[in-house]
């Protein structure tokens, strides 16, 4: 019988939920931003750059959590980076609602990013260390799954919020505007996710890893069965003796090819693309962008909900399919359909023309009926592609791809592309946006995802069905 066959599901899904909490706030904490850069502009007095640096201050510390989370988990473990992000989340979501100045806002913001990095490379990581490699990239899914219904939900916490007061800059309760109430809802999931990751064990690959066998065996025997456990135990320390040394960046070098190992650019590549298509302007933005087409305050958030809940659709669907199709078929189909849906967008886009509001004098770009429909439905089209491939799919790909030795360093070196990329592309929107238009965004997001079908086609290998022992980079 196989190991597999004497898995303890109901311990690993239970396992995997807890995990991938830090998914949800990873999604909750990037969208809930979406909704209050009007409160922002008005409270801080910013304007395109500083309204940009304002939304994109977030993914430095992203980038950062991101590339040390990696390290510090391989020298002190993945649950305990994971404790570490649950606290950072809790105090960014109490400090982004206090906030008086940008500087100080900003500040809370990196602090929230410390923790998104975190998690965004940590749960993908501890989850395919205890899941069985023939679900496991559906349980690694569920991560994306979190990260969807956290956006999600903050869209929908924003749209609820903003209706009962009116606007995110009205005052809702105790004396304080609606868009600090929209930070401060977070503080519900973050305290749950800290309790809940007391409860939970560390990943038995890293307890081989630090020679703490005993711990490592009682955790898979929990896994897999009693005495089921000592198989992949033996299997892990197989593994790590072909190269048992602390992991150190040098190991990212290959000595024999004279450079950086392929599987290191390719997981940068993965993670680089993932941001480049443009999806998290629609994240961070939709609000905004749905109003520069025409759309009021609270209609634009609506379309935000909408988008949510379509994209957990997406996400479910590519979830029980994932280990079926394969991960590298699912990415094709998703840079495919997104390339169309954004070149619909951008005929949409292309097709408007600028009026100035007779009240506030600001231009906005108005479409016919009927390009305002189109541009509606292929956007929400390309969202739900993105969220069936590239969204989750990355994700399991990279905390499964890399080779035992440098999982955590293969990850933080993803990781910090991942939130580079997301940096560059949410800081630059609004003065793109001010400066050449909607149309011409999008254009640069379209040409991403064209470049990604040759990309996955080309370099990306499938890794359906391996254990993680078998990947050799």
């Known amino acids: 019988m196989k190991t597999e066959e004497k898995v303890n599901n109901l311990y690993v899904i239970g396992i995997t939920l807890v995990a991938t909490l830090g998914g949800f706030l990873f999604g909750f904490d990037s969208g809930v931003i979406n909704g209050t850069v009007h409160g922002l502009e008005v409270a801080f007095e910013a304007e395109d750059v500083g309204s940009g640096f304002n939304v994109a201050s977030m993914l430095l510390g992203c980038a950062v959590g991101a590339f040390f989370a990696g390290k510090l988990a391989d020298a002190y473990g993945r649950r305990t980076m994971l404790i570490v992000a649950a606290v950072f989340f809790i105090i960014s979501a109490w400090g982004s609602g206090i906030a008086t100045v940008s500087p ?61 007061s009116g606007s995110a800059i009205n005052i809702l309760w105790m004396d304080f505007e609606t868009w600090r109430w929209m930070f401060w809802m977070e503080l519900f999931p973050a305290a749950i996710f800290l309790i809940s990751l007391f409860f939970i064990p560390e990943s038995p690959r890293y307890l081989v890893a630090k020679q703490k066998n005993e711990k490592a065996l009682k955790v898979m025997d929990t896994l897999y069965g009693a005495g ?11 593994s790590l003796a072909k190269d048992h040394h602390k992991p150190r960046l040098s190991d990212l070098y290959d000595k024999t090819l004279g450079r950086i190992k392929p599987i290191v650019w390719i997981g940068i590549g993965l993670a680089s693309f993932q941001q480049f298509v443009g999806i998290n302007v629609v994240f961070y933005y939709g609000s905004i962008l749905w109003q520069a087409v025409g759309f009021g305050e609270n209609d634009a958030l609506l379309i ?138 999008y254009s640069l997001y379209t040409l991403g995802a064209i470049i990604s079908i040759f990309f996955v086609i080309k370099y990306v290998k499938e890794t359906k069905g391996k254990e993680l022992e078998e990947m050799e980079g």
């Open 228 to 238: 089921m456990g000592q198989p992949k135990v033996d299997e892990i320390e197989s």
């Open 304 to 441: 935000n909900v909408v988008s949510g809940a379509l994209s957990i659709g997406a996400v479910v669907a590519s979830l029980l399919l994932v280990d079926k199709m394969g991960r590298k078929p699912i990415l094709v189909i998703g840079s495919i359909g997104m390339s169309i849906t954004l070149i619909l967008v951008v005929v949409a886009f292309a097709s408007g023309s600028l009026v100035a509001d007779p009240v506030t004098g600001n231009e906005t770009l108005a479409l016919s009926d009927s390009m305002g429909v189109l541009a509606l439905i292929a956007a929400n089209l390309y969202v739900i592609f993105f969220n069936f491939s590239w969204g989750p799919v990355m994700w399991v790909m990279l905390g499964e791809m890399f080779p035992n030795q440098i999982r955590g360093l293969g990850l933080a070196i993803a990781g910090i592309a991942q939130w580079v990329s997301n940096f560059l592309v949410t800081l630059t929107f609004p003065m793109i946006l001010g400066s050449a238009g909607l149309a011409f965004a």
């Open 104 to 164: 100080e806002f900003i500040v809370y913001r990196i602090i929230g990013g410390l923790a998104v990095g975190a998690a965004s490379v940590m749960a993908p990581a501890y989850i395919a260390e205890i899941a069985p490699a023939r679900f496991r990239g559906a349980l690694a899914t569920v991560q994306q799954v979190a990260i969807i219904t956290g956006l999600f939900l903050s869209f929908l916490s924003n749209y609820i919020l903003a209706d009962i």
